[in-house]
C-alpha cells in the first residue's frame, strides 16, 4: 500500500488488501470460483468477487439471517453504519437474539467478500445490492418499495411543494431539498406519529395492508377521500398511471424500524420423533443393509443373460423399467433407485453393442466375491458422492423431455452436499434418536434459503433431495427407524461410542440439536464452502464396514425341503448354495425366509446348466436338513430322462430325435403350426426360425429340448454368460469449481500478493514514463545499463515483459546476473528465480525508495 493511501478503505480492491494471508485463504476456500484461474493481483480479485454470476454463487451458500442482514443492507443508505443495520433488523423495541447473531452475519458476509468496510461505514457489493434491492419487477423479500427520492424521481417539481406543504412542511427553493425534507419527516418518529394521528381509519388500513409487502396498489383516475389524503401527503406516491407505493421511509416507522417481518436469528431446532436403543437401530440398519444388497444382486442377476435395450437417447424405457420393478417386487421409483445406484457403483453399464443393452460389468464379479459388509461399504460410498438423482426419473427437463432411469439429465450437482447435510444433522441428535423429517428440512431451508422458484409449483429441489436422502438412507441401512446407525456415523467420520454405557451418558448429556449448529459453527458465522462426501476418507468406509460385519447374519449351508416342492432358506444362503439354488428352483416368497418351488421348468434350467439327475440329487441330500421328499426325486427324474431327448441344431434350425414317433406327435400338433416345421428324415425335421426361437417354441408346447452344437455335442448355458467391457463408474458432476486445498491456497495467495506488488510497487518519477499500467518502455541499451546497475546494487526493479505467446504483464524482479542476452532475477511476482531473454523485456523502471 502506499504511504498516500488513506488507511480507510475506499473499495473492495483495499479492503481486501488490507486482509491477511489467513483471510485471503479462508475467501478463495470458501468461493472456489474466485481462484480459477488465479488472480493476477487484488484489483482483478475483487472485480472477480463482484460479477453477477459468483456474487450470485455466495449469496446461494448463506444462511438465512445472513441473507437477511445482507437484504437489510441492500434498502439500507450506502454507506450505512453497523447500528442502522441493528435497527434495520432488531426494530426499535430491539431483540436479544438479533443482538447476539448479528455480528457472526456481519463477518461472514465481510469474510465472503459480500460486504467491505468498518462498521461505521458498511459497503454492500454493488452486484449483491442491484440483486437484492427491492424494484417492481424483482421485489425484495423485505416487502419494502423503493425510497422517497426514488418515487419522485419523475415527479413534477410543482408537485413535490405542494406535497410537503400539505405535509406541514415549509417550502423549499428546488425539489432536491424538498425530497430531503420529505425524507426527514418520514423517518423523524415523533412527526411521523403525530401527522398519522389525523389520518382518517381508513387511511390507516390502507397503510397497515401495504406495510410488509407487496408494497404496490392500484388506485382510480379519481381516488377515494381517504386515498386521496395519503397522495396529497406523499404517504402513498405514484410510479405509474393507476399505481401507487408505499415509501419504504414510511413503510419502515410504521413497522418499527424492521426490514424483515420475522427476522430469523436462530437456527430452528432438529426436532426429536422417537428415541431407540442404540441397538435396535443398528440391529434394524443392518437388516435393511442386507436386504438392500440382496436387491442389488437380484437385479443384476436378472440381467445376467443381457439386460434391457439403451434408447436411442440413452437410458431405460418406461416398459423396461415397470419389468424390473415386477421383478424386484417394488415400486417403480424404488426400482429406479436401484438400477441407478447399481450404476453409481460401477457394477452396471452399456455393453457398447451393435444392439447396444444394459448388463453387469466385470467388476459385479469381483464384487460379489467380497464379503457381505465390503459389498455394502462400496453401495453407500457410491450412493454418498453420486450427483445422478434417482427421484427424478419420470419426471421432465427444461426441454419437456422425460426423464429416464440411468438417462442423461439426471445429475444435480447439489445431490451429494444435500445427502451429507441431512446425515450430519441426524448425527448431531443422540445416538438411537430419530428427527422429525419437517425438522430437518426446515433446518435445511434456514441454511440455504436462497433458491428459484419452481416454475411448476413443486417444491425446491434441495427439499427434495433432503427427502429422497432421508428415504435412500433407510432403504440402503445407513439409517434404522429413522435413526442415524453407528455405522452410519462411521461412514461420516464421526466417533461412535464403543459401549452401551457411553451411549447412554451421550444420550443423557446431549439434547436434541437446537439453536447450535451441530457442524460445530455458530449461526451466522462464516460456513467454509461444503466439500461434499467426495471428501470422506476410505478409511472412514472401512471403519463403517468393521462396524456393520457383527451385525449381519451369518451364511447359511442348509435349506428344509417340503413335500409341496418347497424349499425353505431359514436365512441367508451361502453364495455357492444361493447360486445353485436359483438356477433349480424359482423364488417364490421373499422375508425372514426365502421360499424355493420346484417346476418342470426350473429343473430343466439346471439341466440345461450342465447338471444331470444324479448331480441334482446329491446337491439336495447334501445341503437339505430334511429328508428330500418322493415327489421332488420323481419331478427330477422325469424331467431329466426327456431331457435332451429332442436334439435343436441350426439349418436356420433343425429338430432330431430317434423317437419318430415323438417328431410325427409334434408335427401333428396345431399348437406348432406357427413353427413351420417339415421333415427332413424320419428322425429330422427343419424349421425357418432361428434355434432360441424353436427352442422356446417346443418348450412352450411342454417338451424338453437340448441345444446341440454343430458337431451334435449338447450346448450347456451358463448363467453369468453375458458381461460388458470394463467399465469405470460415472463421475459425479461437481457444483462449480472444485474447492482448492490447502496448498493451491498458499500458493494462490503467495501469488496474488506478489503481483499485487508488482501492480503497486511505485516508481520513480525519471522523466516521460509509462503511464498508469502501461509497460515501462526504455531503449536496450537503457535496459541493460538499468539491469546491470541493479545486479550491483541489489535493488529491485520493474520490467515490462512479453512472453513467447505476446502476453504482455508487468514484474517486480530483483536482478542476480546479466550475461549472454539473459538475466537472471528473483521475481517477486512468482516468488522464485526465473530467467528471461533481454529482448522480451520491453523496459525498465526503478522503484522509488521508500
Known amino acids: 500500500m502506499s504511504p498516500e493511501a488513506s488507511p480507510v478503505p475506499r473499495s473492495l480492491a483495499e479492503a481486501l488488501r488490507a486482509r491477511d494471508d489467513a483471510s485471503l485463504a ?85 469474510g465472503q467478500a459480500l460486504i467491505w468496510g468498518d462498521d461505521d461505514r458498511l459497503h454492500l457489493v454493488r452486484t449483491a445490492r442491484e440483486l437484492l434491492a427491492p424494484s417492481a419487477q424483482h421485489p425484495s423479500p423485505t416487502g419494502l418499495g423503493p425510497t422517497v427520492r426514488e418515487a419522485t424521481s419523475g415527479m413534477s417539481p410543482g408537485r413535490v411543494q405542494q406535497i410537503v406543504n400539505t405535509a406541514g412542511l415549509p417550502s423549499t427553493h428546488d ?102 436403543g442404540r441397538r435396535i437401530v443398528d440391529a434394524t440398519a443392518a437388516g435393511q443393509a442386507y436386504t438392500a444388497l440382496a436387491t442389488v444382486e437380484d437385479l443384476l442377476k436378472s440381467w445376467d443373460q443381457g439386460g434391457p435395450a439403451v434408447l436411442r437417447a440413452g437410458g431405460l424405457s418406461v416398459r423396461d423399467l415397470k419389468r424390473s420393478a415386477v421383478a424386484l417386487d417394488v415400486s417403480e421409483p424404488l426400482a429406479a433407485f436401484w438400477v441407478e445406484l447399481a450404476y453409481a457403483a460401477g457394477l452396471l453399464a452399456s455393453d457398447g453393442a451393435a444392439d447396444e443393452r444394459y448388463a453387469p460389468t466385470p ?93 411448476d409449483g413443486t417444491e425446491d429441489l434441495r427439499v427434495r433431495l433432503a427427502r429422497w436422502a432421508l428415504s435412500e438412507a433407510e432403504l440402503l441401512g445407513v439409517t434404522g427407524r429413522g435413526a442415524l446407525s453407528s455405522h452410519g456415523r462411521a461412514l461420516l467420520g464421526i466417533p461412535v461410542p464403543e459401549t452401551e454405557a457411553e451411549t447412554e451418558a451421550e444420550t443423557a448429556g446431549a439434547g436434541p440439536a437446537s439453536h447450535a449448529a451441530v457442524d460445530g459453527h455458530a449461526p451466522g458465522a462464516a460456513r467454509p464452502a461444503p466439500t461434499g462426501p467426495l471428501s470422506h476418507t476410505g478409511r472412514a468406509t472401512a471403519t463403517a464396514v468393521g462396524l456393520l460385519a457383527p451385525l449381519l447374519p451369518e451364511p447359511l449351508d442348509h435349506v428344509l425341503l417340503q413335500a409341496d416342492l418347497t424349499a425353505v432358506a431359514p436365512g441367508p444362503l451361502l453364495r455357492p448354495l444361493a447360486e445353485t439354488l436359483g438356477v433349480l428352483a424359482d423364488v417364490e416368497s421373499k422375508g425372514g425366509a426365502t421360499v424355493y418351488r420346484f417346476t418342470p421348468a426350473s429343473v430343466r434350467r439346471a439341466l440345461d446348466a450342465g447338471q444331470t439327475a444324479a448331480d441334482l440329487h446329491a446337491f439336495l441330500a447334501r445341503h437339505s436338513r430334511t429328508p428330500v421328499p418322493q415327489p421332488l426325486a420323481y419331478l427330477i427324474d422325469d424331467v431329466a430322462r426327456r431331457h435332451g431327448h429332442l436334439r435343436v441344431g441350426v439349418a436356420s434350425a433343425y429338430v432330431r430325435c430317434d423317437d419318430d414317433a415323438v417328431l410325427n406327435e409334434i408335427i401333428a400338433d396345431k399348437r406348432a403350426a406357427a413353427l413351420r416345421l417339415r421333415r427332413l428324415a424320419p428322425t429330422v425335421l427343419a424349421a425357418p426360425c432361428d434355434p432360441a426361437t424353436l427352442l422356446e417354441g417346443l418348450r412352450a408346447l411342454g417338451y424338453a429340448p437340448a441345444a446341440e452344437s454343430a458337431r451334435g455335442d449338447v450346448l450347456i448355458t451358463r448363467a453369468d454368460a453375458r458381461r460388458t467391457p470394463p467399465r469405470t463408474a460415472p463421475e459425479p458432476v461437481p457444483e462449480g469449481p472444485p474447492p482448492a486445498d490447502g496448498v493451491l491456497l498458499t500458493a494462490a495467495v503467495r501469488a496474488i500478493r506478489a503481483g499485487d506488488l508488482a501492480a503497486t510497487t511505485p516508481l520513480k518519477a525519471a522523466g516521460p514514463g509509462p503511464a498508469g499500467g502501461d509497460l515501462p518502455r526504455t531503449s536496450p541499451a537503457d535496459t541493460l545499463a538499468t539491469l546491470q546497475a541493479a545486479v550491483m546494487t541489489g535493488e529491485a526493479v520493474w520490467i515490462g515483459h512479453v512472453n513467447a505467446d505476446g502476453a504482455a504483464s508487468q514484474r517486480v524482479v530483483a536482478p542476480i546476473r546479466v550475461e549472454g542476452g539473459f538475466v537472471t532475477a528473483y521475481d517477486h511476482t512468482a516468488d522464485e528465480v526465473r530467467t528471461y531473454p533481454l529482448h522480451r523485456i520491453t523496459g525498465v523502471a526503478e522503484l522509488a525508495e521508500d
Not at 484461474?37 to 484489483?43: E, K, M, Q
Not at 401527522?195 to 381509519?201: F, M, R, S, V
Not at 450427483?387 to 422425460?402: H, N, P, S, Y
Open 26 to 110: 479462508a475467501l478463495l476456500r470458501d468461493r472456489p470460483d474466485l481462484v480459477a484461474p488465479v488472480p493476477t493481483d487484488l484489483t482483478q480479485l475483487a472485480t472477480r468477487a463482484g460479477t453477477r454470476a459468483s456474487v450470485l454463487r455466495a449469496l446461494e451458500h448463506l444462511d438465512r439471517f445472513a441473507l437477511q442482514t445482507a437484504q437489510a443492507l441492500a434498502v439500507a443508505p450506502d454507506p450505512a453504519t453497523y447500528d442502522l443495520l441493528h435497527q434495520l433488523l432488531a426494530g426499535d423495541d430491539g431483540d436479544p437474539a438479533v443482538t447476539e447473531a448479528l455480528p457472526g452475519a456481519v463477518a461472514a458476509l465481510r
Open 175 to 276: 425539489p432536491v431539498s424538498a425530497v430531503t425534507a420529505l425524507t426527514g419527516l418520514f423517518g423523524d418518529r415523533k412527526r411521523m406519529t403525530a401527522l398519522l394521528a389525523g389520518a382518517p381509519e381508513a387511511a390507516r388500513e390502507v397503510l397497515t395492508r401495504l406495510m410488509w409487502g407487496p408494497p404496490y396498489g392500484q388506485v382510480t383516475a379519481e381516488p377515494a377521500a381517504h386515498l386521496r389524503w395519503l397522495l396529497d401527503r406523499g404517504l402513498l406516491l405514484p410510479t405509474a398511471p393507476g399505481t401507487v407505493v408505499l415509501p419504504r421511509e414510511v413503510a419502515l416507522h410504521l413497522r418499527g424500524g424492521r426490514a424483515h417481518r420475522v427476522p430469523e436469528p436462530v437456527p430452528p431446532a432438529v426436532e426429536p420423533a422417537v428415541a431407540q
Open 363 to 455: 467388476a459385479y464379479d469381483t464384487w460379489l466375491e467380497r464379503p457381505v459388509a465390503e459389498r455394502w461399504g462400496r453401495l453407500a460410498a457410491a450412493w454418498l458422492a453420486a450427483t445422478r438423482t434417482a427421484g427424478l426419473v419420470g419426471g421432465r427437463d427444461i426441454k419437456d423431455r422425460a426423464l429416464s432411469a440411468l438417462g442423461p439429465g439426471l445429475d444435480r450437482s447439489a445431490a451429494p452436499e444435500v445427502r451429507l447435510r441431512v446425515l450430519t444433522l441426524l448425527a448431531g441428535l443422540p445416538v438411537g434418536v430419530a428427527p422429525v423429517p419437517e425438522a430437518v428440512l426446515n433446518r435445511l431451508a434456514w441454511e440455504r434459503p436462497l433458491r428459484a422458484p419452481q416454475r
